[in-house]
């Protein structure tokens, strides 16, 4: 029988061809309480022609493990032309990403390909700490193929939560074109909280929150559908506001498990030229009340501002998350509009006052001339705010980045994209951005995109930069390789944080620097990440006299 396997970390990228297949050293995964740990069973069918295997699971832990199949998706701009060695292809093809569950007819055995099934193991609160055998039995047609075979070791200490924000921009218009569904239906909140529990369980604690519909990625005198959760109402010149929708929006968020809100932005991108579309009723017509043809320094949108802002920290207040609120000016101003992101600031610096505000941006012109107080800087350009470092310094990437730091373009290593949690907690960074939670569509939203068929916002930006989470059947989120190594990345962050309680910050930095590790300096390999963890784990257990 031509068939061949191998137990792969999860940060290798199994592709058809099988060239870039690492067989894991040591088949032994370690986790704290509340972790979920992964691997892959990369696996090769030389069979004429193409059949369907199935796979069983004998262990202890068995109600703790889901394995899923590791699809390939359609990348026609994996890259761009500015690059560096480190991509594991730059031509278009079929790329290993989107995880879906096995069905009850099994999986695919591809006649000359290799492929894989994506291992998870979660390690609840509930389990006793030890080591736990995990047999599988992969069988086609009732024939024994393999019994692949491993261990997991559960470190007798829950994982801590992540003390930082992170956040992936939450696209609910791309939700409801993509589904065909009526914005504020009890459809589109199904599937919004869905795709919501999908985030957090993932490690994003934090909510974009459109309460206008978010001037994001949006074409010059384009629009997006409308997501506003503010109700507005005109009366000569005094605005009325009504919250029953945000406040649907928070409640369902904080059952969910989100942490933090982050308002979506009150000025449009770029430079904060013009306001965000903002509906209303006047004079009885729902109508737009503000958008591209507003000045933003104008005093009707000022003083809209000031109306809606006074409102709605009351509102933030009753809700009772007034500190854990965040507000943005505009996304990425260039230094060419430092002038009117100056204006726009101060038409609501009073109004934001004791209020944290965080944009992405680059220049350290914008902090310095205070026009920022919680900057949000690209993972390459981040040397002069940690020379002279801001009291609290976000970070972000997006499709610029792709030069040496980390990123998470899909046809990057996985250690590229899982690096970034060790990296946080090294720098003392204080939060994660990311734009592309569910991004479906073209670049400025030109028109909506099939994330199955298209991973590049049409050509754009490198595939698996707009979206991690693929749209299933039925309302609910496939997930994706990368966003599972961002988990990863998160939970390392997390891990550090227990040993730095018990042994101090010294000792991990310790263990973090045995090799040289910057933003754009750093390990080629996930050997790196493998052994870092197993040492964090091994103190860990040795401190708190943990036996397995």
Known sequence: MDFNYKIVSSMCKVFSGGENIQELEEKRLTGLKGETVSCQIAYYWGGAQTERGSIAVYSPLKNHIKIRQVDLVPCAYPCHIKRDEGYLATKPGLYPDRLKDVSQWGFSLISGQWRSLWVDIALDNNLDAGEYTIKFRI????????EPEISCEVVNLPLPRLPIPYTEWFHSDCL???YHVEVF???YWEIVRSYVQMAVKHKCNMLLTPIFTPPLDTAVGGERLTVQLVDVMVSNEKYDFGFANFHRWVQMAIECGIEYFEC???FTQWGAKAAPKIMAVKDGIYQQLFGWDTDASGKDYREFLHQFLTAFKRELEV??????????????????????YQSAWESVAEDLKGYFVIDALSDYDFYQKGLIQQPVCAVDALKPFLDKRPKRLWCYYCTAQCIDVPNRFIVLPGYRTRILGTLLYKYQIDGFLHWGYNFYHSQYSLYSIDPHQ???A??????????????????????????????EAMSDYCAYTA??????????????????????????????????RKKVNEELMRLTGAQC
Request: with cysteine; glycine share 8%.
């Open 499 to 532: 040993l730095e309680k018990l042994a101090g910050r010294d000792t991990v930095l310790k263990y973090i620097d045995e090799e040289q590790i910057t933003f754009d300096k750093f390990p080629q390999n996930e050997t790196y990440l493998i052994r870092l």
């Open 458 to 487: 049409d050509g754009v930006f490198p595939s698996g930069d707009p979206f991690l989470v693929y749209p299933g059947e039925g309302g609910l989120p496939q997930g994706s390789i990368r966003q599972m190594l961002m988990d």
């Open 139 to 146: 069988e086609m047609h009732g024939e024994v193929l393999c």
């Open 176 to 178: 409801a074109e993509y």
């Open 319 to 340: 809700l009772g998350i007034a500190n854990k609120v965040y507000f943005h000016i505009s996304d990425e101003p260039p230094m060419a509009e430092l002038e009117s």
């Open 454 to 456: 298209c991973t590049d």
């Open 264 to 266: 979506s932005h009150l």
């Open 185 to 187: 239906s009890e459809q």
